[in-house]
């Protein structure tokens, strides 16, 4: 008897739940993602391109806080991909005889965090080998969503 009480119990409940599920209103298609159209649109999304201009020529940019990866404030087109065999990046910016000297129109040597110990000699640290998995290029693209970071 006391099994049958609990079930009956637990029927009614059950249905309330999905009567209350009922009860809750729908989200609008146009706000479910960010492209704020229909769900079944298919959005071209915006075109942008990259900085076109060769490094020496803008300058750097300002960086986001302190310890950020800098941007990168010139083309990435003709230097990447980065390979095991071919990393253009390093070519312009592995001088760490010159770490901390910044000057104007030519290319920021890459910083300690780079480099490891070997030997008495500063290596390059392979976990920082990949430049562009922490230093992107900026193209002008509104964002998608605000931030106040
Ligand atoms: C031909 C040389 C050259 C190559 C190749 C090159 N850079 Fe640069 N890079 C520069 C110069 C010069 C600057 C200084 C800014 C300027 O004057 O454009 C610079 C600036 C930067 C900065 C900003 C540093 C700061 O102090 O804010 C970053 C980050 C950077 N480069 C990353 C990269 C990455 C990643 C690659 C490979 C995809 C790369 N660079 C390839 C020459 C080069
Ligand atoms: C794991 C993330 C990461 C990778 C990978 C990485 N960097 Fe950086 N890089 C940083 C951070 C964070 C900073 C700023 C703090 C610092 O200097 O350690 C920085 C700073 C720099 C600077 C400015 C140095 C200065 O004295 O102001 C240059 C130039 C640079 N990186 C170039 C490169 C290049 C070229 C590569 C690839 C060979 C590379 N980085 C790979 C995270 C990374």
Redo the contacts with the bound molecule.
Sequence with gaps: MKKRLILTAAVLLGFTAVGGLHAVEGIDMQDMGLSRTSVFDIPAPERFEFPQNDPGRLGVLPRGYE????QIPHRVDTFLP?TLNR?L??G???QPGL??K?MPGL????????YIEEGGKLV?NN?????V???VPQADVAPLVGSTF
Aim: proline share 16%; aromatic share 4%; with cysteine.
């Design positions: 310890g950020a990866p800098p980065v990393n990046c390093m312009c910016h592995n770490m901390g910044k290319p920021t040597p890459m910083s300690a965090s780079h390059m976990r920082r080998y990949p430049c998995d922490c230093h």
